[in-house]
């Protein structure tokens, strides 16, 4: 989902499996009415305090979203927004996105769109064909036309301390021991280090496919052992 608000002047740029949902949980007393209450599934919200986009609904709710909130979707390109927004309120407003370091991601990501595991097979195996199947990388998230235009990314290694300095540049008054803890299943791993999951064409897939992240941010081109350990 995207927030924005309109007080602050910022907007939050929703990539996948970055601790998105935690961190938008948090900020999104600043894009609502007073006396807003946040939950883990959430329609639509527009008032003259900012924008909340949906999270997560059940179907019936989806198909109305769909219907009459066509626009404020998950995951929106930077390029919809900044169209929907206005030149004038997307230059201003500061954009906030999320990180993680690309190998932890993908196995974050398998598990998440893979809870049933075949049991015949081995994870590791499980894993390498859906890496080689269809999935975004989250580029045109934080970037237009090539171009990244997020101002403050969050990383999900450090998320306490990058929200703290993210708070303090917009004034935020947030308390960091409510930052909630969504969709957590780390159970699913099985205590796997994340190096067990990656072989030497898995490691080049994730290499290629997230090169926006290489190339933007210190995180090992290889995965490592500890990968799995940093946690929110």
Known sequence: MVLVSHDREFVFLKTRKTAGTSIEMLLEPFCAPKGHVVTEATPCLRTRAGIVGRRILPAPERRFFRRFFPDWRNHMAAVHVAKLLGPRRWNRYTKISSVRDPFDRMVSAFHWHTPDLDPARGIPDQFRDFLRGKWPNDDVIVSVDGRMVVDHFIRFEFIREDLAMVADRLGLEIDLGDLPHA?????RRMAKSIDAYYDDDA????????????????????PTPSSSEKAP
Not at 183 to 187: E, L, N, S
């Open 183 to 187: 969709k957590d299943h780390k159970a």
């Open 203 to 222: 490691i080049q897939i994730v290499r290629d496919r997230m090169a926006w992240v290489f190339d933007n941010f210190d995180y090992p081109r290889s």
